[in-house]
């Protein structure tokens, strides 16, 4: 397929740039996987449209006010870095805005001083990586100094950082939200567990990878960033005990999507295990973990909308698409969601 058969027309306006209150207030489109039938209601409704037995897997991981700003030592000249992946203790590869500030041998100073950093190396594609030095916990000078690594596409400061964690977000180590699980609120999860809906949680830490775009034309082609995932044994015996008594699996983003076909893909069953996953899922994938999907609304030609095309069949998904823009959805990280089983 062609990334230009995943185009769409999405007016700005319709791209949120700030979260709901109440979170499950968002609105939620259910489209029929088979039937490319659609609904519309709230994700409030979520309990109406699931039945006892059904099985949700959430990614509880949490992110990492990644984005940092401070100035170099020598100069005071201002920098922007994104922390993006942890190599060993201190070392993180980062990306660095302007770069041509950022050679190695600079010394960077964060949160008046609070964090130093050190650039050691600049690595092929341009991101850097930086040796840190700082008193105390690293994590916490990181929660008090950080911000948010919000989308390029989303404008407004964000208010409440918490808000762009989920409700159940536990493992630091993200670089972007598990959006799909920002709907769900501690009594939503409460009322679905009391219905008989069972969750389980697994871990993907989310790269700016999939912020990237896809830039090929031929969308076999692309290649996809490496995240790391966990499963622990809790969840794979829900999966497995749901799969036996032919209950469903529903994903909540296409983050756990990933990880659960990943961990199906590489071991033909489900069992506690952790790994790195560069899964690239598009038309033509046959889905071996889940049921279900629950996701928002992606950007045209993105490996995303690509997963969902895959899951519900690209026609249905495509006009479900053009149905969200023409009833005024909210789109993107911040935006409404979909339903799909």
Not at 243 to 250: A, D, E, F, L
Request: proline share 4%.
């Amino acid at each position: 397929m062609k990334k230009s058969d995943f185009f769409f027309d999405l007016p700005q306006e319709l791209i949120a740039q700030t979260p709901l209150e109440p979170r499950d207030h968002s609105r939620l489109l259910q489209l029929g996987r088979t039937s490319g039938e659609i609904s519309h209601h709230h994700f409030y409704d979520l309990p109406d449209l699931l039945r006892a037995g059904d099985v949700l897997i959430v990614n509880d991981s949490r992110v990492l006010p990644a984005r940092l700003y401070g100035a170099r030592e020598d100069t005071d000249a201002v920098i922007e870095v994104v922390l993006l992946e942890q190599k060993e203790i201190d070392l993180w590869e980062v990306l660095v805005r302007p770069g041509k500030k950022a050679k190695p041998g600079h010394v960077l100073l964060f949160g008046e001083g609070m964090l130093r950093g050190e650039i050691e190396e600049v690595l092929d594609g341009g991101n850097r990586l930086i040796r840190f030095t700082h008193e105390g916990n690293f994590y916490d000078v990181i929660d008090q100094i950080g911000q948010m690594p919000l989308p390029p596409y989303i404008k407004e400061k964000l208010q409440d950082k918490e808000r762009y964690q989920t409700v159940y977000s536990k493992e630091v180590g993200s670089a972007a939200a598990p959006t799909a699980g920002l709907h769900f609120t501690k009594e939503l999860m409460q009322k679905l567990t009391e219905m008989g809906v069972k969750i389980g949680y697994v871990t993907l830490h989310v790269g700016l990878g999939t912020f990237r775009p896809v830039k090929v034309e031929n969308v076999e082609e692309h290649k996809m960033h490496a995240e790391r995932y966990f499963m622990p044994e809790e969840t794979a015996a829900l999966i497995r005990e749901a799969k036996k008594t032919g209950n469903r699996v529903i994903a909540v983003g296409t983050t756990s999507c990933r990880t659960l076909e990943s961990v199906a893909q590489k071991y033909g069953e489900f069992k506690e295990c952790s790994g790195s996953t560069d899964i690239f899922i598009y038309p033509g994938y046959t889905f071996k973990a889940i049921d279900g999907l629950i996701t928002n609304f992606h950007l045209p030609e993105s490996t995303l909308i690509m997963l969902v095309s895959a899951f519900a069949g690209y026609e249905h998904v495509m006009n479900a698409y053009r149905t969200a823009v023409e009833e005024r959805y909210r789109f993107f990280s911040f935006g409404d969601a979909m339903l799909i089983i």
